[in-house]
């Protein structure tokens, strides 16, 4: 069996509307790079016609085409774990459905790789999203670089490519919950980065909200770094000397002076100010430990209804 050389991963979810234009750009700009490749959709639990769109698409490219169909929705990250364990290719490549990435661009990447890099990530050339995206995004890389040193200039491109021996770390983890990217810049040896396209989505509607990107990044922080929890501790012992120091000046004061009346809606106010951090400290706490409750429960990360494959030669793969 020829080697594959490049594996492109497509998670899909609900993205009906825009996959026939995806075909008619993917297909026709890996073939111009002149090696062999593969592409692997996952299937996420799509409710529309997506699943049924895939597999016609396999019939007519059963040479390059595989498609992974889960048997629920188990988010995009999962979608993306599944094909890394399913390719084949020397080299992969993450791509969106939803064509906001050219694929044209892939080339770029590849070129980059062959300079030595191990890793490739992508900063979007012209973003194309709405002003409180850009905010927040410039807001979580900051302060997510502050706390995992994670270096990731634009952590929402999914345009990326990454070398085997880089996913085959990758596949070895069996953390339930993990950001792919960041896992595999820990893992790389040489990292790097090129800046892409940029456009606005063909088809459908955008699965990523700002609770989502909220989410994603506290996962991240979370499962990258225990800081946010030193952090907390520091501010915790910080608090507590202050107000041990509040505390003495309210007692010399009243010796001293006498009690005062008004002063009662200033301790509710530094009463409700430190309940609040010490429930956002529960929470953080809760955080943690929800993570270490799904991982001992060592359930299944995602789970696969069917692959559609083509037999290859020497390969004993059948469809």
């Known amino acids: 069996m020829n080697t594959i050389q490049l594996s492109v991963i497509i998670p899909v979810y609900n993205e009906e509307e825009g996959l026939q234009a995806l075909f008619d ?5 890996l073939d111009k790079l002149g090696v062999t490749y593969e592409i692997l ?11 049924a769109i895939l597999r016609e698409q396999f019939q007519k ?43 044209e661009d892939i080339a770029n990447l590849l070129a980059k790789m062959e300079e030595g890099h191990d890793y490739v990530g992508s900063i979007r050339r012209q973003r194309n999203d709405s002003w ?18 994670i270096k990731i200039t634009d952590q929402g491109c999914m ?4 070398d ?26 040489n990292p790097a980065e090129v800046v892409v396209g940029h456009e606005e989505r063909a088809a459908g509607e955008s699965k990523y909200s700002l609770y989502s990107l909220i989410r994603l990044n506290f996962d991240l922080m979370t499962g990258f770094s225990v800081v946010p929890l030193q952090m907390f501790s520091m501010l915790g012992i910080s608090i507590s000397v202050l107000s041990a120091f509040f505390v003495a000046f309210l007692l010399v004061r009243r010796l ?4 005062e009346a008004e002063g009662l809606f200033t301790l509710f106010a530094i009463a409700f100010l430190l309940i609040g951090i010490t429930l956002f400290g529960i929470g953080l706490l809760g955080e943690y430990v929800g993570r270490i409750y799904q991982q001992v429960r060592h359930r299944p990360r995602y789970l696969v209804e069917a692959v559609l494959e083509g037999r290859r030669a020497g390969s004993g793969m059948e469809e």
């Open 41 to 51: 959709f996952v299937n996420d639990g799509s409710r529309d016609r997506s699943s």
């Open 159 to 162: 345009l990326r490519a990454y």
């Open 164 to 189: 085997r021996k880089v996913i085959d770390a990758i596949n070895s983890c069996k953390e339930v919950n993990t950001f792919i990217p960041a896992l595999a810049y820990s893992f790389a040896r």
């Open 61 to 103: 490219r059963p040479d390059v085409t595989r498609v992974i169909l889960f048997q629920g929705n188990f988010g995009q990250h999962m979608a993306i774990m599944a094909g890394f364990e399913y390719a084949l290719g020397q080299r992969m490549v993450t791509l969106d459905a939803d064509l906001q990435n050219p694929p």
């Open 25 to 29: 750009r993917l297909y026709p700009a």
């Open 132 to 149: 409180w995206r850009h905010v927040a995004s410039r807001a979580m890389n900051s302060l997510r670089e502050r706390i995992t040193r």
């Open 256 to 259: 001293i002076v006498g009690p």
